[in-house]
């Protein structure tokens, strides 16, 4: 099993930057893929970005060119920093975590992943 507790996010103006963290618990966070939802107030959660073992990634088309996930497996940590923060980012933001077998792989179904944080909410103001 693996905890996660995300942290970092807050209420930035428009065009501003923010970085997210998720800390995981436990020895094996290497073994884990890793990817990071939102879910605005009345939408359905959704696909940030994901990050494979070995740090292949992936980012939804609302991000692209302006989020970068990055893991630090010696920290049990992975990173989102967002730039260019638009209003429509607001939401709160998780980080999701799937043992895999693959070093490469990572998955952008939300119902691939066994273990979520508690979310950390972010606010961009216009």
């Known amino acids: 099993h693996v905890q996660l507790v995300e942290s970092g996010g807050g209420v930035v103006q428009a065009g501003g930057s923010l970085r997210l963290s998720c800390l995981a618990t436990g020895r094996t966070f290497s073994m884990y893929a890793m990817g990071w939802f939102r879910q605005a107030a009345g939408k359905e959660r959704e696909l940030v970005g994901a990050?494979?073992?070995?740090?292949?990634?992936y980012y939804a088309d609302s991000v692209k060119g302006r989020a970068t996930i990055s893991r630090d497996n010696a920290k049990n940590t992975v990173y989102l920093q967002m730039n260019s923060l638009k209003p429509e980012d607001t939401a709160v933001y998780y980080c999701?975590?799937?043992?895999?077998?693959?070093?490469?792989?990572?998955?952008?179904?939300?119902?691939?992943?066994?273990?979520w944080g508690q979310g950390t909410p972010v606010t961009v103001s216009s």
């Open positions: 999701a975590a799937e043992r895999s077998t693959y070093n490469s792989a990572y998955y952008v179904n939300p119902n691939t992943y066994d273990y």
């Open positions: 990050i494979s073992r070995s740090s292949s990634t």
